[in-house]
């Protein structure tokens, strides 16, 4: 396993909770949209043994021919040891990255894409959303849904409803109105259904689209393939 150590560049406030770290892209490093990666912080390999609280799984929220390497989180007043450090951190800090992998690659089989998330799951989104911008080979349209009760909204100038590029974007503030979005979505029964959030989010997300009768390989999760059938069942009743 090959460790990069890189330095942050730059810092955005996305929103009053939310900040994007852009790292500097090592030479010759590449990863497909929907990528993810582990982040690491000063000292996480100081020991016999990978200091964990140091670590974390993290969606990259650009492509790569933006060159750099974005990582967009949410960071609350009261946070974990690691969200505490990385707040820290200033433009010219070093983090290690490593482990770069797709389980979200968007797929162009000439169907409608849908995009499901909740709040910062929208980073992960960033990079489909621009790829299919930039080539809407086999892609029919694609319409995002964020649950974001904030109102700060990620990305707006990405997220944004442009007919001529067949996308549609939509944020509702609540449970209640994002299920019955799904419901309204699930009607089409050739569509893939791409779905962002916590474990709890997705398995909601996951019962709602089965009970209208999508099947498990029109959905999408960022989880490896292993752990697939902890959140996906074939025989759900309808």
């Known amino acids: 396993m ?3 150590w890189t330095k942050i560049n730059k810092i955005v406030e996305e929103t009053p909770e939310v900040k994007t770290y852009f790292v500097d892209c090592p030479e010759g490093l590449t ?3 929907g990528a ?3 982040l690491a912080l000063e000292g996480f390999n100081a020991g016999d043994k990978p200091n964990r609280s140091l670590i974390r799984h993290m969606s990259i929220s650009t492509l790569p021919q933006e060159n750099s390497i974005g990582i967009t989180t949410r960071i609350k007043e009261q946070c974990s040891e690691f969200k505490e450090n990385l707040r820290a951190l200033k433009i010219g800090d070093e983090v290690a990255i490593f482990k770069i992998h797709s389980n979200v690659p968007l797929k162009r089989e000439d169907k409608n894409v849908y995009l499901l998330s909740s709040g910062v799951g929208l980073a992960t989104f960033r990079p489909l959303v621009l790829d299919y911008f ?15 009760s904030s109102r700060d ?4 100038d990405i997220f944004e409803s442009v007919a ?7 944020f509702v ?11 309204n979505l699930a009607a089409d029964k ?3 259904f791409y779905v962002v959030g916590s474990d709890e989010f997705l398995k909601q997300s996951i019962e709602v689209l089965q009970e209208q009768g999508v099947k498990p390989e029109q959905i999408m999760l960022d989880k490896h393939k292993q752990q697939r059938p902890e959140f996906l069942s074939v025989d759900v009743s309808v």
Do not use: C
């Not at 001529?164 to 939509?170: E, P």
């Not at 209640?176 to 419901?183: L, N, S």
């Open 2 to 4: 090959q460790i990069y």
């Open 173 to 183: 503030d609540n449970r209640k109105d994002y299920y019955e979005e799904v419901k």
């Open 190 to 192: 050739d569509g893939l």
């Open 36 to 38: 993810h990666i582990h």
């Open 164 to 170: 001529d590029k067949k996308f549609t974007s939509q």
């Open 134 to 148: 930039e080539r809407a080979d086999n892609v029919n349209q694609m319409h995002s849904l964020n649950i974001d």
């Open 31 to 33: 990863w497909e949209e």
């Open 153 to 156: 909204f990620l990305f707006p």
